[in-house]
């Protein structure tokens, strides 16, 4: 019985894929050592069991489904690897998205402050009509500023030919004397 040596023919004798008769045929008994005696049996003498070769359909149906869970395993192996990089993608996406979600929000906040700080200076800044009112105004100020000074002046030199026309007069009454 050299069959009942393999490895494979073990796995599927382990496996049940034999039937009851291939089974009992192949059945593994211990042997028994046993002294020789001087009297050896004959090849006639030993009851030879009748061996069925296992037949290439089951073999090719246990081939069949160590191959389908082999590859199976391996597809799933595969598949949950596939799996894990795509969700730590999607992972390091949405880390992504959402530093760019927060620095868009900070720019959205730095626009409105800008809004209200330019609202602000606008409330507080004149306008076109304003500045040109202004300038008009500004220009009345100064032409009335002028006037004045330039009647002051004429009032100071009229105050100066005055004392000059007195202090003669006092030198000519000081001459006189």
């Known amino acids: 019985m050299i069959g009942l040596k ?11 894929l034999l039937s009851r008769s291939q089974r009992a045929a192949f059945s593994i008994t211990p042997r028994s050592f046993q002294a020789a005696t001087g009297t050896q049996k004959t090849e006639s003498e030993t009851p030879k069991s009748k061996s069925k070769p296992i037949g290439g359909f089951r073999g090719g ?3 069949f489904l160590l191959g389908a869970t082999v590859a199976g395993s391996y597809g799933f192996y595969y598949l949950i690897d596939q799996y894990q990089k795509a969700s730590s993608l999607v992972l390091s996406s949405v880390d992504e998205l959402e530093k760019t979600a927060t ?8 626009i409105d402050n800008m809004e209200t700080l330019l609202g602000d200076i606008k409330s ?10 202004f300038k008009s105004d500004w220009r009345k ?3 009335i500023i002028m006037k ?9 030199w009229r105050v100066e030919q ?3 026309a007195a202090n003669a007069k006092i030198a ?6």
Do not use: C, P
Request: aromatic share 10%.
């Open 141 to 143: 100020q100064v032409d």
């Open 6 to 16: 393999t490895n494979s023919f073990r796995i599927i004798y382990r496996a049940g």
């Open 61 to 63: 149906i246990f081939g």
């Open 172 to 177: 000519e009454l000081e001459e006189k004397k």
């Open 162 to 164: 005055d004392l000059d």
């Open 148 to 156: 004045d000074y330039l009647e002051l002046k004429a009032h100071l």
């Open 124 to 133: 507080s800044t004149a306008e076109k009509d304003e500045l040109i009112q």
């Open 103 to 110: 620095d868009v929000k900070d720019y959205v906040r730095k």
